[in-house]
């Protein structure tokens, strides 16, 4: 039902967009939400975008760097990364839940994509 795209291999200070589209069900009342998980390391929260698009809230490690948004009309959420750093490589998921309000943990999430991988290297 989620679908997430736009990973890759980039350099430090380079852009990536994940895109995250859903299909079979609507997401419109759902808030959305970014995880990430290193190589080693537990899934962590990168942002969450509530429904209608009213909150969002960042995880400190990303604050002002990425930039999550939707577009229901698309049927797809984004997360728009700037500034990426080595430390940002990972599995990137997307997520949605039943709730319209934004949340950081990820047992609260419902639905889940498959996850696209970002790797930032020089």
């Known amino acids: 039902q989620l679908q997430a795209s736009g990973g890759g291999t980039v350099q430090p200070g380079d852009s990536l967009r994940l895109s995250c589209t859903y299909s079979?069900?609507?997401?419109?009342?759902?808030?959305s939400g970014w995880f990430r998980q290193a190589p080693g390391k537990e899934r962590e929260f990168v942002a969450t975008?509530?429904?209608?698009?009213?909150?969002?809230y960042y995880a400190d490690s990303v604050k002002g760097r990425f930039t999550i948004t939707r577009d229901d009309a698309k049927s797809t959420f984004y997360l728009q990364m700037n500034d990426l750093k080595p430390e940002d490589t990972a599995l990137y998921y997307c997520?949605?839940?039943?709730?319209?309000?934004?949340?950081?943990?990820?047992?609260?999430?419902?639905?889940w994509g498959q996850g696209t991988k970002v790797t930032v290297s020089s």
């Open positions: 997520a949605a839940r039943i709730s319209s309000r934004i949340g950081t943990s990820s047992n609260s999430y419902n639905f």
């Open positions: 079979g069900r609507t997401f419109v009342n759902s808030a």
């Open positions: 975008l509530s429904a209608g698009s009213s909150t969002v």
